[in-house]
């Protein structure tokens, strides 16, 4: 198992293959950071509420690490919900219609990841 730190609004961004531009120091940030920051603050509430904080190594979301597997899960349910922060089902504009992906939950692959790191008794 490989600890990394909890994810970043970048690596969302990367994810979602958003651009990235760079700060003073030459340091890559994501163009919607606050956004992104929102929601993924959200899911990781959600990922330490259903876990029960069991991956968590350390107090706090400052220098917290979690298992790699973990992480992935925070990002790919991060990039659902900041992609339709709306939660819309539907959309069409004249002609054009389409149905973005939404974030209702946990998908099942995801809930498979955190069941093996979910505290099942108090």
């Not at 940030?29 to 993924?40: F, K, Q, Y």
Request: aromatic fraction near 6%.
């Amino acid at each position: 198992m490989i600890e990394v730190p909890l994810p970043t609004p970048e690596q969302v961004a990367v994810y979602l293959d958003w651009p990235l531009t760079t700060d003073q120091d030459g340091d890559p940030v994501a163009e919607d950071a606050g956004l992104i920051a929102t929601h993924l603050n959200m899911v990781t509430a959600m990922v330490r509420s259903y876990t029960r904080e069991v991956p968590f190594t350390a107090e706090g979301d400052t220098g917290a690490t979690v298992p790699n597997v973990v992480a992935t899960v925070i990002i790919s349910a991060t990039a659902r919900s900041v992609s339709n922060p709306a939660h819309s089902k539907r959309t069409e504009v004249g002609s054009f219609s389409e149905a973005p992906a939404a974030f209702t939950g946990f998908t099942l692959a995801e809930q498979t990841v955190l069941n093996s790191y979910r505290r099942r008794t108090a």
